[in-house]
T-cell receptor, first 109, second 110 residues
Framework: GQQVQQSPASLVLQEGENAELQCNFS?????MQWFYQRPGGSLVSLFY???GTKHSGRLTSTTVIKERRSSLHISSSQTTDSGTYLC???????????FGTGTRLQVLP | EAAVTQSPRNKVTVTGGNVTLSCRQT?????MYWYRQDTGHGLRLIHY???????QIGDVPDGYKATRTTQEDFFLLLELASPSQTSLYFC?????????FGPGTRLLVL
């Protein structure tokens, strides 16, 4: 089965609204990362967050290992936040990274 | 800033054709990865390497070979391309924490 599940699959917001994206995983992990994929396709690393909470501007990532989940919070969304957000985990005792299928975010003006 | 480049950026070939995708990183990272991205599947790991001459099998390796000639260069080889290999291919390098991705190569197999 799918080791990494993201929700929601898609989300539409009005500019200024907040978003909470979820990543649930069914396997033990060494690390958790969040990526942003631009509509043109390139991927940008947002957070490397194996546990706890990290902040970067309007973005907050929280990973709770024992609950097997990670979240990405976007506050005061902007149209330039539109794109796909991917979570990825590195499985324990390997260097293999498994990606979720992503949340497609559209922020309307 | 990490730098990973891929070439070509777009490629069209026919079924049975021979394709080589190139990836170069200038970050002195040990780990390099090849992924494919398809609708409904997200990114899936094809092959990866932790140094020159090393090759590890990923999750979807069938139909692909790879070679790491130097620390900087990682190649993905499709010796008999099939339409099922039409996809967006990403290369990445890693310092064991964050993965840094190239811009991607769009491959169409007719």
């Amino acid at each position: 089965g799918q080791q990494v599940q993201q929700s929601p699959a898609s989300l539409v917001l009005q500019e200024g609204e907040n978003a909470e994206l979820q990543c649930n995983f069914s396997t033990s992990l060494n690390s958790m990362q969040w990526f942003y994929q631009r509509p043109g396709g390139s991927l940008v690393s947002l957070f490397y967050n194996p546990s706890g909470t990290k902040h970067s501007g309007r973005l907050t990532s929280t990973t709770v290992i024992k609950e097997r989940r990670s979240s990405l919070h976007i506050s005061s969304s902007q149209t330039t936040d539109s794109g796909t957000y991917l979570c990825a985990l590195e499985r324990t005792n390997t260097n293999k990274v498994v990606f979720g299928t992503g949340t497609r975010l559209q922020v309307l003006p | 800033e990490a730098a990973v480049t891929q070439s070509p950026r777009n490629k069209v070939t026919v079924t049975g054709g021979n394709v080589t995708l190139s990836c170069r990183q200038t970050n002195s990272h040990n780990y390099m990865y090849w992924y494919r991205q398809d609708t409904g599947h997200g990114l899936r790991l094809i092959h990866y390497s932790y140094g020159a001459g090393n090759l590890q099998i990923g999750d979807v390796p069938d139909g692909y070979k790879a070679t790491r000639t130097t620390q900087e260069d990682f190649f993905l080889l499709l010796e008999l391309a099939s339409p099922s290999q039409t996809s967006l291919y990403f290369c990445a390098s890693s310092d064991q924490d964050t993965q840094y991705f190239g811009p991607g190569t769009r491959l169409l197999v007719l």
